[in-house]
């Protein structure tokens, strides 16, 4: 008799373990195959690959730029210089999250994007005619940051000066040169094998393409609110506002670098017109109460969109004589953290660290 | 006198050593490659010597941090403990030295718990009382202990009583609404596996998700009972196998599969273990079991029972807090609560001065990603980082009148929500063992059965 009840689970336990195997026909409707592949082939491609592109041409304008400048010293040859500088300093804000792969391997957003600027060590290097960039010391007195401070830190004539000056000149191109070498070498690798690697890795453990997306949308996310918009505004200083840490003091541009970023980020999150994953949490099924999870997703970056363009001056001036207004855009932008980083991964069933974990 | 009888059969009647020099082989062995693995991972350097700042368990916050050569040295002898083990070598000592370096790391941060560290740590404990290196050992070769063939029955039913704790106690804590009708998690996390050969097409489904979870639950409670009884067992260990590998597949659960495969073995008469161990050309003769039994003393049958009442009413203490322990998690830890609930959180620390201006901490300034993870879901974590940070302030002029944090959970893929009270200064408490009332209820019903 006992002998026979324990047959009986077992033969009912191993037909669910079977069940699992073979199985019939699934029935349900929700159990619609999301193409994984096809949405990062979509982003590898349309979006970061493009993104490497676009900046890697207008730094071929820029290249042709400092060349017309070598030859003419003119107001009119510096303004196209920086006009150039400038919107391959926003084409960047569009590569900034995608920080894995070949850009990690280049370590590319801190060599090429870290603010606030340390300008006491840019004059001191230039002072001592030293163009070297890679030690630790350095590591805040390169990349766009500094090429904006050659560029825009003084008015027009004494720029159009301080150029002539062979120090200065050959500090802004050994950054220029670091720049473009180190975006053509990240750009060459999308245009590679890593592109097809990228979209075929659909796992979803630490390391996999979903992952890493996840994750560096997240951490670049986070930079925006933060270094972007939370440190300038006092959030970490007790409220003292601290203007001399925005992204682009000189050329007044933090603003639109940080509506770049924010565009950026949601279409890689879009997928623009492809597929994203806002696709991919609609086909999971995704809500977030009674709605849409991605649909609340894209409210938010709407949200954080509208009140980035609230801000009528640049944010330097924002700060000190609106900025409750900063303030607006700030929390949209803290509200809409809690959706990318909380309720996406964890709707995604994605591993965002490689470390073992048994799920409590 | 039928109880008696019955209690003697399972502690004090002999019965053959093999089953237990066959699982203290193994144990030793999975430990060796669980501690190489750790270490060629770079884990030591990133989970132990990396982060600034450390959680620990309350109660033992006094357990002291070391050097990073000091902690690679604590590694290297864990690992010639778990070899000792294995080989049966000095096998006291490196059962003592494997526990105490294997559970001084545990101690060190919290934010790695896992539910077979525990496991490890307890058997750890367990085999430096448990004579296994009688049999097939280099300790009886060198003549420091002497053959033999059997051994008390508490020394094999102490390690079978943790794994059916193990498995029966997962298995409780599945009887729940989320998983049963809900097949909440596995309905989020097996849609992110539909990558894998063979089965991968079957993930998305909703109804895998059911299968898996009535599968998970029915496996996890009936698995000692087939393991114990005989006809069933070899069954049952083909299904131990089936269970841990498509586990090991498809989550990161580390070396878990490999030590219950290992592990469950010691379910096996004798005679199999017997058979194994001539296979491998283990033949020594020594005299064959008498089938007496052993005299225990009166106060090691009070610490047995003390030790068997100890492991089964710590998982139940979360029945002493109000609320749903899976949102709060007070008590839920040493629970064998394995892969049971998806969570993610993201806290928001605030330090606030006493003008009332306020600081917004950046976590990455403090913690690594795990540890941000983690303490974004687990209350007493919360409370560590709101000290530590108002030390780490005050050292740099800033005196915190409080520390306050918004903090936002999702469970089981409901909306995230707030955690805990907004306006709660978390560092005007200590942890302890009261309800911590600061943690906002969970207002659906999830509770266990």
């Known amino acids: 008799m006992l002998r026979s009840i324990f047959f009986s689970v077992v033969i009912l336990v191993s037909a669910f373990q079977l069940s699992s195997c073979k199985g019939p026909e699934p029935v349900d409707p929700s159990g619609e195959s999301f193409d994984k592949e096809a949405m990062l082939q979509n982003i590898g491609e349309n979006i970061i690959s493009a993104s490497y592109d676009a900046v890697s041409q207008k730094l071929t304008e820029v290249e042709g730029k400092i060349g017309e400048f070598e030859l003419e010293q003119t ?33 590319l957003r801190l060599s090429v994007n870290t603010f606030p600027l340390d300008t006491a060590r840019v004059n001191q290097k230039i002072g001592q005619a030293d163009y070297s960039l890679d030690g630790t010391q350095d590591a805040a007195a390169k990349g766009f940051p500094a090429m904006e401070f050659l560029l825009f830190s003084e008015e027009d004539s004494i720029v159009l000066q301080q150029l002539q000056n062979e120090n200065h000149w050959a500090y802004f191109k050994a950054n220029f040169d670091m720049v473009q070498t180190k975006i053509a070498v990240v750009n060459d690798a999308w245009k590679g094998t890593y592109r097809s690697d990228f979209a075929q890795n659909t796992g979803s453990s630490a390391g996999s393409s979903i992952s890493l997306l996840v994750n560096q949308l997240n951490y670049d996310f986070e930079l925006l609110k933060n270094a972007k918009i939370g440190i300038p505004l006092g959030k970490k200083t007790l409220g003292i506002t601290q203007t001399d840490k925005i992204e682009a003091p000189f050329s007044k541009q933090s603003l639109a670098l940080a509506s770049a970023n924010l565009v950026a980020i949601k279409e890689a999150f879009t997928g623009k017109e492809s597929q994203g994953f806002d696709d991919y949490l609609d086909a999971l099924g995704a809500k977030y109460n009674q709605n849409d999870l991605s649909d609340e997703i894209i409210a938010g970056f709407e949200e954080a969109e509208t009140a980035l363009n609230q801000i009528a001056t640049d944010l330097a001036s924002a700060i000190e004589n609106e900025p409750s207004k900063v303030e607006t855009a700030h929390t949209a932008l803290q509200n809409l953290v809690v959706l990318l980083k909380v309720d996406m991964p964890s709707q995604l069933g994605v591993q965002i660290t490689y470390q073992d974990n048994d799920g409590d | 006198m039928e109880i008696r009888r019955a209690l003697h059969g399972i502690t004090s009647a002999k019965v053959s050593i093999a089953p237990l020099v066959t699982f203290r082989v193994l144990f030793g062995l999975i430990m060796l490659a669980s501690v190489i693995r750790f270490w060629l991972n770079g884990w030591i350097e990133t989970q132990y010597i990396e982060p600034s700042f450390h959680f620990k368990y309350f109660g033992f916050y006094w357990v002291p941090e070391i050097s990073a050569t000091g902690l690679y040295m604590v590694f290297a002898i864990m690992a010639i403990g778990a070899l000792g083990i294995a080989l049966g070598a000095f096998y006291r000592i490196s059962a003592v030295l494997f526990f105490l370096s294997f559970t001084y790391v545990e101690l060190l941060d919290a934010t790695y718990y896992l539910n077979h560290y525990y496991f490890v740590s307890l058997v750890g404990l367990l085999l430096i009382f448990l004579p296994a290196n009688r049999l097939h050992a280099l300790d009886v070769k060198l003549g420091f202990a002497k053959a033999q063939n059997e051994v008390a029955a508490w020394a094999i039913n102490s ?39 063979i089965i991968g097409w079957l993930m998305p489904y909703k109804t895998t998700a059911y299968v898996f979870s009535w599968a998970g639950a029915l496996y996890d409670l009936f698995i000692p009972l087939l393991l114990i009884v005989k006809p069933t067992r070899w069954l049952a260990y083909i299904a131990v196998i089936v269970f841990h ?89 040493f629970g064998w609560r394995v892969m049971l609930m998806e969570k993610a959180g993201y806290a928001q620390f605030k330090v606030q001065d006493t003008q009332g201006n306020v600081i917004e901490v950046d976590n990455r300034d403090f913690l690594t990603p795990v540890q941000e993870k983690m303490m974004s879901t687990q209350a007493d974590f919360m409370l560590q980082y709101a000290d530590f940070l108002k030390a780490h302030y005050a050292k740099n002029g800033v005196t915190a009148a409080a520390v306050k944090a918004d903090v936002y959970v999702t469970f089981n893929g409901r909306a995230s929500r707030r955690f805990i009270d907004a306006d709660f200064d978390l560092s005007s408490v200590r942890d302890g063992f009261e309800n911590k009332t600061w943690i906002l209820p969970f207002t659906e019903t999830t509770s266990e059965i």
């Open chain 1, 75 to 107: 107001e009119a040859k510096l303004n196209a210089l920086r006009t150039s500088v400038m919107e391959a300093h926003l084409l960047w804000q569009a590569c900034s999250p995608f920080e894995f792969g070949p850009a990690a391997e280049q370590n």
């Open chain 2, 159 to 197: 390690i079978k009583f943790q794994l059916i704790l193990v498995y029966f106690l997962a298995g409780l804590a599945k009887l729940n609404a989320d998983w049963l009708l809900n097949a909440m998690p596995l309905a989020i996390w097996l849609p992110a596996q539909d990558q894998l050969p």
């Open chain 2, 245 to 333: 590998v498509l586990t090991y597949v498809m989550f990161q659960i580390g070396m878990f599969p490999f030590i219950m495969m290992g592990a469950t073995l010691i379910f096996f008469s004798a005679g199999f273990h017997q058979k194994v161990h001539a296979f491998f050309g283990f033949h020594q003769k020594v005299a064959p079991v008498s089938y007496g039994s052993e005299r225990l003393s009166y106060p090691f049958k009070i610490a047995l029972a003390a030790f068997v009442a100890f492991q089964i009413l710590i998982p139940f203490r979360h029945v002493l807090y109000p609320g749903n322990p899976f949102w709060h998690e007070q008590g839920y830890r």
